[in-house]
């Protein structure tokens, strides 16, 4: 049997894959990023036809089988080697710190503005294929708008602290997954993330922005200032939690086990 890895070998990989990501010319960042858009979109979508499906059972047996369903939607994501925001601080802070030049600042911002901006642009775009009338099955559409409504009209502060969760649950993801040896272990914990990320729901700004692009497309009476609003305090959400309390806690620790 395989041993489990150390922190310090944790790291390495960590190092190995950030360092892929950090050298993505233009294109290729573009496209992933793309690509990681509209296949949240997917997982949205099945959110919302699992949801439209079971709304008449019971409103927590539609959520907890829209989160099931929205999980496949991450599996897809990391199967992909998409690359989404958030979820792409781990490595790339790793490869940064390793390295010690701070040059590499600049292209970790080039990678989060990027992956971001592409992210929604993707995601935005493939929305509107279903926004064609009779695209997706009877409820379906009244379900996203629901949720949608619910998440713009939450209170900021509660979004702000569930963001903080989102936010370190998916790079919490980034560091399980160079932490595993296997496929089916990698792809198993995706799937658990992204069922935990819809049950909370926890806030993921690329989640979360077209989610709610979804449900207004669907008739949800969100102005676009709230929509602009909900998206900051989200985005500020994810780099606490997402940068501050897990991606330099676990650099820190491991760096520090690779020199000990």
Do not use: K
């Not at 858009?37 to 709304?55: A, C, N, P, Q, R």
């Not at 802070?93 to 642009?121: C, E, H, K, Q, Y």
């Amino acid at each position: 049997m395989a041993s489990e890895p150390t922190p310090g070998e944790i790291f390495d990989r960590a190092v190995a894959e950030g360092q892929r990501r950090l050298d993505q010319s233009l294109l290729e960042l573009v496209s992933t990023s793309f690509i990681a858009g509209f296949t949240v979109v997917f997982g949205l979508v099945g959110l919302g036809i699992v949801e439209g499906l079971l709304g008449p059972v019971g409103h927590g047996v539609a959520a907890l089988g829209g989160a099931l369903a929205f999980g496949v939607g991450v599996v897809f994501l990391v199967a992909g080697r998409t690359e989404l925001f958030n979820e792409n601080f781990s490595d790339p802070a790793a490869a940064a710190v390793d390295s010690g030049d701070p040059s590499v600042v600049w292209a970790l911002f080039r990678l989060w503005v990027v992956t971001l901006l592409f992210n929604l642009v993707g995601g935005g775009l493939f929305s509107l294929v279903f926004a064609v009338d009779g695209a997706l099955p009877a409820g379906t559409t009244d379900a996203l708008a629901t949720v949608a409504t619910e998440s713009a009209t939450r209170g900021l502060v509660a979004s702000f602290a569930r963001a903080i969760a989102g936010g370190a649950l998916v790079s919490l993801l980034s560091f399980l997954l160079v932490s595993v040896e296997s496929d089916g272990s990698r792809l198993s914990l995706s799937y658990v993330v992204g069922v935990l990320l819809a049950l909370g729901p926890f806030e993921h700004v690329v989640v979360t922005a077209l989610h709610v692009f979804l449900g207004v497309l669907f008739g949800a009476g969100v102005a676009p200032v709230r929509v602009g609003t909900v998206v900051g305090v989200v985005t500020a959400g994810n780099l606490v939690g997402g940068l501050g309390l897990v991606t330099f806690a676990h650099v820190a620790q491991a760096a520090g086990a690779s020199e000990g």
